[in-house]
């Protein structure tokens, strides 16, 4: 890859301008300046002088009034699914950087690239030209932490002749924990994306076929299709149908769902049971939106395309803590075989893009540790153990900042207000609702017994015409648990239409905070706080003239949709941090407390 392409040439440029800036910039070129009208291309002695006058003259150096943009030269019928990747943040995490990608499809291959840069640069190889296409259109120019990404095609046949990923983690790529599979400098990554399961319903009476006399039916399946399938033979006990989960790859998972259907129909015939045996694939309620599609078009492809007739149960039958919807196809097993690998296709990548999306977020909500959230249904690692299973609480997982310092997170307090109205849809039955939320959350919930007015809770006069009847909700537990915790809060609001269809959920929520940090959170003149609003697009006011509490506290009051006040929360969590590490004494250079008298000399 030492062929450049110069675009944006002006067309009084001449060969010899173009050979005075990089005798300027001291870049050895191997051959004359082919300038065309509006371009040109130069040879450079090797890949790394060619990336050197890529990252110094790329939009940066101006010749007669336009701006060079510098890349490599890739003949069109080599620019296919491999692109190239520049001034990506020094500090930016594969998780981030993997979840960015993994928007635009299949990533089989990043590798690093070793340069002289201070930001990084990977090469990427994407499953198809059009991924390659997209991912280049979308990212190039993309502002990342201020850093706007470059992107650019590489020849396929070069690109991993020419430039060999390094041999461990770049400087600026802050690794987390042990390696793990594709971190920087393992070299290929087969896959990014974690597996999805697959979970069908099989009825009761065919579970004992499934699992064969001793298990050896189900290990024969398993050895097969190299798949890992649990039979949830104890969950809803005296049901009619048992779930099965399959975890393997999608060929993997749509070869066990065949050899299961197959078995099921033979033991149908054995036991003369006549009755129609469909295909019941369960799905996370977040994916199914999205396999219905627009006006029902992406589910009737699928029926048309596979020559089946698909069902799917209705919202009603959902819970928040059982959120699957079952998707039921009929027809031949060859058709329901390919049916389900066109449902999974479309859950996966449903899967996917969310993934990718909570990725971005949790870069933009630093303090959280995505795994510990469990928001995604089962099969990714640290993410809750099946579909309509609970993750354990993060506070069990030892779940820690992936921004932070590592330990047991802090338990943190929010008062979080809801309308008096809803108290009911969140305590649920007996109870049971606020019991299974604060289990699911890993904090302790708690509602206050009276109602409360916005004057009230922080002594400022409430905006004119506002509903001032609410209920304070106090939360407790690590940043994760409050993310879960309020998250379903605020879901659970918009479910019982305590808010319009097209109304967003807005709630207020408070921090307490030292009363001497306060300043902090407020900044010169208001400068923090005006930061703050402006960052999260959240309302963020420290009431004046409060009067600090019997633990020297004073209220930050924080008004906002889900992701603004908890990207609110945890600025000024960090805020608070700071202060904390500021008030404590520094450590001896021994590190445990006062130093210790020297012994005398005798």
Same mark, same amino acid.
């Not at 396929?156 to 041999?167: C, F, K, Q, R, S």
């Not at 031949?332 to 996966?348: H, L, Q, T």
């Not at 509490?549 to 004073?554: A, I, L, M, S, T």
């Given at each position: 890859?030492?062929?450049?392409?110069?675009?944006?040439?002006?067309?009084?440029?001449?060969? !010899?301008?173009?050979?005075?800036?990089?005798? #300027?910039?001291?870049?050895?070129?191997?051959?004359?300046?082919?300038?065309?009208?509006?371009?040109?291309?130069?040879?450079?002695?090797?890949?790394?002088?060619?990336?050197?006058?890529?990252?110094?003259?790329?939009?940066?150096?101006?010749?007669?009034?336009?701006?060079?943009?510098?890349?490599? +030269?890739? =003949?069109?019928?080599?620019?296919?699914?491999?692109?190239?990747?520049?001034?990506? =943040?020094?500090?930016? #995490?594969?998780?981030?950087?993997?979840?960015?990608?993994?928007?635009?499809?299949?990533?089989?291959?990043?590798?690093?690239?070793?340069?002289?840069?201070?930001?990084?640069?990977?090469?990427?190889?994407?499953?198809?030209?059009?991924?390659?296409?997209?991912?280049?259109?979308?990212?190039?120019?993309?502002?990342?932490?201020?850093?706007?990404?470059?992107?650019?095609?590489?020849?396929?046949?070069?690109?991993?002749?020419?430039?060999?990923?390094?041999?461990?983690?770049?400087?600026?790529?802050?690794?987390?924990?042990?390696?793990?599979?594709? +971190?920087? $400098?393992?070299?290929?990554?087969?896959?990014? #994306?974690?597996?999805?399961?697959?979970?069908?319903?099989?009825?009761?009476?065919?579970?004992?076929?499934?699992?064969?006399?001793? $298990?050896?039916?189900?290990?024969?399946?398993?050895?097969?299709?190299?798949?890992?399938?649990?039979?949830?033979?104890?969950?809803?006990?005296?049901?009619?149908?048992?779930?099965?989960?399959?975890?393997?790859? @999608?060929?993997?998972?749509?070869?066990?769902?065949?050899?299961?259907?197959?078995?099921?129909?033979?033991?149908?015939?054995?036991?003369?049971?006549?009755?129609?045996?469909?295909?019941?694939?369960?799905?996370?309620?977040?994916?199914? $939106?999205?396999?219905?599609?627009?006006?029902?078009?992406?589910?009737?492809?699928? !029926?048309?395309?596979?020559?089946?007739?698909?069902?799917?149960? @209705?919202?009603? *039958?959902?819970?928040?803590?059982?959120?699957?919807?079952?998707?039921?196809?009929?027809?031949?097993?060859?058709?329901?075989?390919?049916?389900?690998?066109?449902?999974?296709?479309?859950?996966?990548?449903?899967?996917?893009?969310?993934?990718?999306?909570?990725?971005?977020?949790?870069?933009?909500?630093?303090?959280?540790?995505?795994?510990?959230?469990?928001?995604?249904?089962?099969?990714?690692?640290?993410? $809750?153990?099946?579909?309509?299973? %609970?993750?354990?609480?993060?506070?069990?997982?030892?779940?820690?900042?992936?921004?932070?310092? #590592?330990?047991?997170?802090?338990?943190?307090?929010?008062?979080?207000?809801?309308?008096?109205?809803?108290?009911?849809?969140?305590?649920?039955?007996?109870?049971?609702?606020?019991?299974?939320?604060?289990?699911?959350?890993?904090?302790?919930?708690?509602?206050?017994?009276?109602?409360?007015?916005?004057?009230?809770?922080?002594?400022?006069?409430?905006?004119?015409?506002? *509903?001032?009847?609410?209920?304070?909700?106090?939360?407790?537990?690590?940043?994760?648990?409050?993310?879960?915790?309020?998250?379903?809060?605020?879901?659970?609001?918009?479910?019982?239409?305590?808010?319009?269809?097209?109304?967003?959920?807005?709630?207020?929520?408070?921090?307490?905070?030292?009363?001497?940090?306060?300043?902090?959170?407020?900044?010169?003149?208001?400068?923090?706080? %005006?930061?703050?609003?402006?960052?999260?697009?959240?309302?963020?006011?420290?009431?004046?003239?409060?009067?600090?509490?019997?633990?020297?506290?004073?209220?930050?009051?924080?008004?906002?949709?889900?992701?603004?006040?908890?990207?609110?929360?945890?600025?000024?969590?960090?805020?608070?941090?700071?202060?904390?590490?500021?008030?404590?004494?520094?450590? +001896?250079?021994?590190?445990?407390?006062?130093?210790?008298?020297?012994? +005398?000399?005798?």
């Amino acid at each position: 890859m030492n062929k450049l392409y110069i675009g944006n040439v002006s067309e009084e440029a001449s060969a !010899e301008d173009l050979e005075t800036i990089f005798e #300027q910039w001291k870049i050895p070129h191997s051959g004359p300046f082919l300038v065309k009208t509006g371009y040109a291309f130069v040879d450079c002695p090797d890949e790394k002088i060619a990336m050197k006058a890529i990252d110094i003259l790329s939009g940066k150096v101006d010749l007669h009034g336009k701006l060079l943009e510098v890349e490599h +030269s890739v =003949p069109k019928r080599q620019r296919s699914c491999k692109l190239q990747i520049r001034n990506i =943040p020094p500090h930016m #995490q594969w998780e981030v950087l993997d979840g960015m990608l993994a928007q635009y499809g299949t990533v089989e291959n990043c590798e690093q690239v070793n340069t002289d840069t201070d930001t990084a640069v990977v090469n990427v190889r994407y499953g198809a030209k059009d991924q390659a296409r997209q991912a280049m259109e979308k990212l190039n120019g993309f502002l990342m932490e201020n850093f706007a990404l470059k992107v650019s095609y590489i020849p396929d046949e070069m690109a991993t002749a020419d430039v060999p990923p390094l041999g461990g983690g770049r400087r600026g790529f802050v690794p987390r924990g042990p390696p793990r599979s594709g +971190s920087p $400098g393992l070299g290929a990554r087969p896959k990014l #994306q974690s597996e999805v399961p697959l979970r069908i319903l099989v009825p009761t009476q065919f579970v004992g076929a499934i699992i064969g006399k001793e $298990g050896a039916t189900i290990r024969n399946i398993t050895k097969q299709t190299h798949s890992k399938i649990d039979i949830h033979r104890k969950e809803n006990a005296g049901a009619a149908e048992k779930p099965i989960t399959v975890h393997s790859t @999608p060929e993997g998972c749509s070869n066990a769902c065949r050899t299961i259907m197959e078995i099921m129909q033979k033991e149908a015939l054995d036991t003369k049971f006549t009755e129609e045996i469909p295909l019941k694939i369960l799905a996370h309620n977040n994916f199914v $939106g999205r396999l219905i599609g627009k006006e029902g078009r992406n589910l009737k492809k699928i !029926e048309v395309d596979t020559e089946t007739k698909i069902t799917i149960s @209705p919202l009603q *039958d959902l819970t928040l803590y059982n959120p699957e919807r079952t998707i039921t196809v009929k027809g031949s097993i060859e058709a329901c075989s390919r049916a389900e690998e066109e449902v999974m296709k479309k859950v996966r990548e449903s899967y996917e893009n969310d993934v990718a999306a909570m990725n971005l977020q949790s870069n933009l909500i630093p303090g959280l540790n995505l795994n510990a959230l469990g928001l995604f249904p089962g099969g990714a690692p640290g993410m $809750g153990p099946s579909m309509g299973h %609970n993750a354990p609480p993060p506070g069990a997982q030892g779940g820690y900042s992936s921004f932070g310092g #590592q330990g047991q997170p802090e338990s943190e307090t929010v008062h979080l207000f809801i309308p008096a109205l809803a108290v009911g849809a969140i305590i649920g039955k007996q109870g049971q609702h606020i019991k299974q939320l604060s289990r699911y959350a890993g904090a302790s919930i708690k509602i206050s017994a009276e109602e409360v007015s916005v004057v009230d809770a922080n002594q400022v006069a409430p905006p004119e015409g506002m *509903d001032t009847k609410q209920r304070m909700v106090i939360i407790a537990g690590p940043p994760e648990a409050q993310f879960k915790a309020q998250g379903r809060i605020f879901g659970k609001l918009k479910e019982e239409n305590f808010f319009g269809p097209k109304e967003e959920v807005k709630l207020e929520a408070h921090i307490k905070v030292p009363s001497f940090a306060a300043g902090r959170v407020i900044g010169k003149g208001g400068k923090t706080v %005006n930061e703050l609003q402006n960052l999260t697009s959240a309302e963020v006011v420290v009431p004046r003239d409060q009067t600090p509490d019997e633990n020297d506290q004073v209220i930050v009051k924080i008004t906002g949709h889900f992701y603004a006040s908890q990207l609110a929360q945890r600025k000024i969590q960090e805020i608070l941090s700071q202060v904390r590490r500021q008030q404590q004494p520094k450590p +001896s250079p021994r590190g445990e407390g006062p130093p210790l008298p020297r012994p +005398s000399r005798k």
